[in-house]
T-cell receptor
């Protein structure tokens, strides 16, 4: 079953604008991660937020986590054409046997127009 | 670091043929994961290894799929016999023993079964 689901499915913006993507999940989590995938390439890790954290920053990225609502958001500020990619949230569940068993959402396709 | 290396990058084969996908994880990473990505089902975890031992293969779709990790620097995913519905991009990812949460993905092997 789908654990993480992103919203919107596709987002088109102009360079310099901010992009916000949302992720909802169904069960309790250990942490939530965001990955980026350029067309025809592998996934690249962007940022990880643990279940006891509410907000995290990395460069132009800002991630929030609301465990009561089982949701997270990824904000990319001052977007660039090079940010054009698919963005995925991924969650793993608490428990030793669940290590690394990330469940990925379907992704948001972000297009940044120059 | 060379990153996770997968081969072949592209494979086109006919139904019924055997397919072998290969992966070399990042040196020193003790966890290795095989994922499959399709438009319909997104990213699915097939199997993962810890210290060359398969830990969870519950995602392997059926007996036609098998995976091995004969040593710390090499893993294979084999499909025999292949079917058109196996067409997908297969990703290998690795992660260090000390849990950082981040997975390092290869560039993927795009499989087309005619």
């Amino acid at each position: 079953s789908q654990q993480g689901e992103e919203d919107p499915q596709a987002l088109s913006i102009q360079e310099g604008e901010n992009a916000t993507m949302n992720c909802s999940y169904k069960t309790s989590i250990n942490n939530l991660q965001w990955y980026r995938q350029n067309s025809g390439r592998g996934l690249v890790h962007l940022i990880l937020i643990r279940s006891n954290e509410r907000e995290k920053h990395s460069g132009r990225l800002r991630v929030t986590l609301d465990t009561s609502k089982k949701s997270s958001s990824l904000l990319i500020t001052a977007s660039r054409a090079a940010d054009t990619a698919s963005y995925f949230c991924a969650t793993d569940r608490p428990g030793g046997t669940s290590y690394g068993k990330l469940t990925f959402g379907q992704g948001t396709i972000l297009t940044v127009h120059p | 670091d060379a990153g996770v290396i997968q081969s072949p990058r592209h494979e086109v084969t006919e139904m019924g043929q055997e397919v072998t996908l290969r992966c070399k994880p990042i040196s020193g990473h003790d966890y290795l994961f095989w994922y499959r990505q399709t438009m319909m089902r997104g990213l699915e975890l097939l199997i993962y290894f810890n210290n060359n031992v398969p830990i969870d293969d519950s995602g392997m779709p059926e007996d036609r799929f098998s995976a091995k990790m004969p040593n710390a620097s090499f893993s294979t995913l084999k499909i025999q016999p292949s079917e058109p519905r196996d067409s997908a991009v297969y990703f290998c990812a690795s992660s260090p023993q000390r849990y950082t949460g981040e997975l390092f993905f290869g560039e993927g092997s795009r499989l087309t079964v005619l």
